[in-house]
């Protein structure tokens, strides 16, 4: 079996981009949505043929004949298909979208087959069984333990009866969580506010006002044009006098993908995405079933640390408990604000919060979110993230020259003290019509050890929706982003070194693959802690007009409002997480109809918030991170592995005690060593412990989110 698919390409595919594995990174720009049928069939049957050899009888049960070959051909067609979703991400279009939709059933339909295959799973448990398996290295063990584990929750085990309703499961779960973000992005996409008083912008910041004429300019229109993207949107719920335009915005913004969304001339009722919640907890919780598990929740608990369902349950409660009477301090010192300072006698509403709290900070810390963003122009804040990175994990970042899929993106190579390549990622920074909302980091191609001795190096994607550079008086201005944005960029920066630093050799534990799913965020949460400390802000920031760092007085402003609000931000997500773990582990989605998902979440929010969400909010129908995201049943990990990071980063503080500095190099190298250099080739409770030399524990957390 060749590691190379396009050593056998017929010629009609010779220049499909989608298939040119010599350059071993994809050509994006040249992707077109008519490559994708032919090369996507191309590599399913490539993918096929080395399965039928795995499962031939004359093939030995040995990683090199059996593991090795099929690592290959899958991976050729995972990287292709990564591709392509990555592309439906960022750059999507109503062909772009027709084509993937197109071969959704057909990928999805192999990997369930894949895992059912009893004959391959006979073959894995045979090489488990095997004297070999004694012979194989940490990670190549892993990988059969975990290919093992994934037969079993991948259906091979199920009567041959049962299989093609398991297939059929899968399959309609995938088309309705592509359904579920199209119908968010659309909802996003097409929403616009058009504004031609000046009067009516009072308050907003002079960059978003700029925008906001970028914006119409673009779209033909004369005056402000406010979207649904986030750096359009959040700015007017924070910054805006004028109510009315708050409330607007708001309502447009918590009933996107509803039935009470705004209505357009060419109506919008398939956006709604109230039946699609419920149609995927149904398959999830039937796929539970047939796989023995009492309910979804404790079927995504088979790969992950938390043993048990009521584990979960609480951690959750419990944490919520110890968050809830912050929540409440909090909420009570923004409502008696709201009273007497800003007028508001009718009651805070929830398109008031924002904008309540904005000035609550402004009078409390006498600085705001907007003066402190000036000192945050993007290029400058990677030069810091970068300086972090290198300091501490001894590498060297530089900037790269590989191909793109928008002019917007960059590229940069890691390598080591003697300049080896360690890997290449891109980052994708800004906002735009097409692109999905949010931030994340996503995997290109993983590092691994070929055949013939060479080593694969990793590639990752971070991608996030930074208000992009407008123009100001007619001159370009420098991107600058929020302190909530450095946040998220270290963040996925976090990933993205637990993908790019692996030392692991077999793809399948590699990196971030492999990690349990409430370890996984981890690195990226231990990042964040970072963007909090002096030595490293002062040489992050430069002002956009004046090129000064950071003042001292201003940094001590914002370290003193650090946990400002936090026990209402930490019950947000804690509600949210319930929220999640409740919809997978006691929802009867069999019996529900209408609103009951709604409802439910609407009765976790009175039991454990302290905001009352209003009747209109629909939140639940964009919580693309559990109905389109892979965090079904999962979302509690941020909290889960909060607890790891906030203990990991003490390490940090501890010898900043002896030296002086957290950022140092020995504890640095000791946590690239044990924790992201080992991927997920062991686990993550044992990579933990190696680094701290015992369990974690949640005080640093408490202390950190200052809820103690």
Known sequence: MTTNPSAALPASLQNNPLLNFGRGIAAYAEVKPEHIAPAIQFLLKHAQTAVDLAVNPNTSPTWDQLAEPLEDATESLGR?????????????????????GEMLPEVTAFFSSLGQNLALYQKFKALRNSPEFNLLNRAQKKVIENSLRDFRLGGAELSEADKPRFAQIQDEQAQLGKAFSDHVLDATDRFVHLITKTEELAGLPEDVVAAAADTASQKNLKGWAFTLHFPSYYPVLQYSENRELRRLMYEAYVTRASELAPKYADGN???????????QLRLRDEEARMLGFANYAALSLAPKMASTVDEVDLFLTNFAEKSKPFAQRDWDELNAFAKTELGVT????????????????????AFSENELKQYFPLPKVLDGLFGVIQTLFGVKIEPANLPTWHADVQSFSVSD????????????PYARSGKR??????????RRELPNGEVQVPVAYLVCNFAPP?????????????????????????????????QVGALGVSGINGVEWDAVELPSQFMENFCWEWEVLEKMTAHVDTGKPLPRELFDKILAAKNFQNGLMTLRQIVMSLTDWRLHSCFDAALAQGQAILHLSRKLAVEFNVIPQPDISRWINTFSHIFAGGYAAGYYSYKW???LSADAYSAFEEAAKLTGSV????????????????????????????FRGREPSIDALLRHGGLH
């Open 437 to 446: 909302g949010g931030a994340w980091m996503d995997d290109a191609r993983g």
């Open 346 to 365: 009718d009651g805070l509403q929830a398109w008031d919060v924002p904008f309540a709290s904005e000035r609550l900070k402004q009078a409390r810390y």
């Open 417 to 428: 003290v003697k300049g080896k390549i360690l890997a290449y990622f891109y980052l994708d």
């Open 663 to 690: 950022l140092d190099p020995v504890t640095g190298g000791r946590y690239r060593q044990e924790i992201l250099e080992v991927g997920g080739s062991r686990p993550a409770a044992e990579s933990f412990k190696a």
């Open 470 to 502: 407008v123009k100001v008086d007619g001159v370009l201005r420098q991107p600058t982003i929020t302190h909530d944005d450095v946040i998220t960029l270290f963040h996925e920066s976090g990933h993205g070194l637990h993908h790019l630093l692996t």
């Open 269 to 279: 009722i398939d956006w709604d995405n109230t039946q699609n919640m419920l149609n």
């Open 641 to 643: 592995a909060e607890v």
């Open 80 to 100: 292709s298909w990564s591709v392509i979703s990555h592309l439906n991400s960022v750059a999507d279009s109503p062909e772009l979208r027709i084509a993937y």
